[in-house]
T-cell receptor, first 115, second 109 residues
Framework: EAGVAQSPRYKIIEKRQSVAFWCNPISGHATLYWYQQILGQGPKLLIQFQNNGVVDDSQLPKDRFSAERLKGVDSTLKIQPAKLEDSAVYLC?????????????FGPGTRLLVL | GDSVTQMEGPVTLSEEAFLTINCTYTATGYPSLFWYVQYPGEGLQLLLKATKADDKGSNKGFEATYRKETTSFHLEKGSVQVSDSAVYFCALNDYKLSFGAGTTVTVRA
């Protein structure tokens, strides 16, 4: 079974530039998550989708971050404009459903450096 | 809100030593508890989980028991190997997955 795919794996940009990350979840997984992991910390949920609808985006800085999940499969996360403090690893995860007992499966992450 | 506190690292052990990583949690409901592991250069992967009080999760020689009375989910392994060197994250899911800060474990031959 193919895992969660993410691209790119690494990205370096200047502050105030824009950047986009892509995620393809495990086939059949209805729920998709984006996390931000700052160095030395655990991942923090940014947004959760159930199919193509948003379930929770309470921690998403909506003035600069946006995300979409068209057709309930792939998802993109965008940052515009980027700030220095956005330097982090962005993780995508998916699960069969959104139950709190479900295991979330994580992709390899995109490491973003903002200069 | 929900939170997870885990033992600070880094932890350095010799091969065949006993490993314990403490994890305590605060939650308003009855969460599921997880241990995730991140090996060098790899993504996060589930190590084990427990979904209700007194459940024991186990995998690859690791064990953790869901203790509601002490709000704990400590990770243990009786004899570690060099290949167990990784960052270990304790997490809870009540309505969303919340992680601890991670504990870096290094096992020396």
């Amino acid at each position: 079974e193919a895992g969660v795919a993410q691209s790119p794996r690494y990205k370096i940009i200047e502050k105030r530039q824009s950047v986009a990350f892509w995620c393809n979840p495990i086939s059949g997984h209805a729920t998709l998550y984006w996390y931000q992991q700052i160095l030395g910390q655990g991942p923090k949920l940014l947004i959760q989708f159930q199919n193509n609808g948003v379930v929770d985006d309470s921690q998403l800085p909506k003035d600069r971050f946006s995300a979409e999940r068209l057709k309930g499969v792939d998802s993109t996360l965008k940052i515009q404009p980027a700030k220095l403090e956005d330097s982090a690893v962005y993780l995508c995860a998916s699960s069969l459903e959104s139950s709190f007992q479900e295991t979330q499966y994580f992709g390899p992450g995109t490491r973003l450096l903002v200069l | 809100g929900d939170s997870v506190t885990q033992m600070e690292g880094p932890v350095t052990l010799s091969e065949e030593a006993f490993l314990t990583i403490n994890c305590t949690y605060t939650a308003t409901g009855y969460p599921s508890l997880f241990w995730y592991v991140q090996y060098p250069g790899e993504g996060l992967q589930l190590l084990l989980k427990a979904t209700k009080a007194d459940d024991k999760g186990s995998n690859k020689g690791f064990e953790a028991t869901y203790r509601k009375e002490t709000t704990s989910f400590h990770l243990e392994k009786g004899s570690v190997q060099v290949s167990d060197s990784a960052v270990y994250f304790c997490a809870l899911n009540d309505y969303k997955l919340s992680f601890g800060a991670g504990t870096t474990v290094t096992v020396r031959a």
